[in-house]
Nanobody, 120 residues
Framework: QVRLVESGGGLVQPGASLRLSCAAS????????MGWFRQAPGKEREFVGA????????YYEDSVKGRFTISRDNAKNTVYLQMNGLKFEDTAVYYC?????????????WGRGTQVTVSS
C-alpha cells in the first residue's frame, strides 16, 4: 500500500520559514517525480512545484519561485519543501504527490496533506 505522509505544517507569522517533509512508503520512490500541491480555503488545488526522480531538476509555480525549494533524499524516501518568506496567501493545506515527469498533470499518489497557516 502506497503511503505519502506529510509533516511540518503549522502556524507561523508572515516572513517566517517552514520545512515540510513527505515520507513515502510502499512504492519505489526513486522512479517517481515528486512534488507539492496546495489548496487554500474556497479554492481549487494548485501546483506548487516538483523535483525529478534524480533530484537534478526542479520547477515551481511563479508565485513561489525564489521563496520555496524542493529537495529529496532517495535513501530516506523523503521529499522536502523548504518555504521561506511566507506570505498570508501561502495559507493552505499542502499535499505531497508522486507521479510522472509532468507531475502537474500526472499524479499517481497523493498524501493527506498538512496545514500551513500564515497569520499575524
Amino acid at each position: 500500500q502506497v503511503r505519502l505522509v506529510e509533516s511540518g505544517g503549522g502556524l507561523v507569522q508572515p516572513g517566517a520559514s517552514l520545512r515540510l517533509s513527505c515520507a513515502a512508503s510502499g512504492l519505489t520512490f526513486s522512479i517517481y517525480d515528486m512534488g507539492w500541491f496546495r489548496q487554500a480555503p474556497g479554492k481549487e488545488r494548485e501546483f506548487v512545484g516538483a523535483i525529478s526522480r534524480s533530484g537534478t531538476t526542479t520547477y515551481y509555480e511563479d508565485s513561489v519561485k525564489g521563496r520555496f525549494t524542493i529537495s529529496r533524499d532517495n535513501a530516506k524516501n523523503t521529499v522536502y519543501l523548504q518555504m521561506n518568506g511566507l506570505k498570508f496567501e501561502d495559507t493552505a493545506v499542502y499535499y505531497c504527490a508522486a507521479g510522472g515527469s509532468n507531475l502537474r498533470n500526472e499524479v499517481f499518489h497523493w498524501g493527506r496533506g498538512t496545514q500551513v497557516t500564515v497569520s499575524s
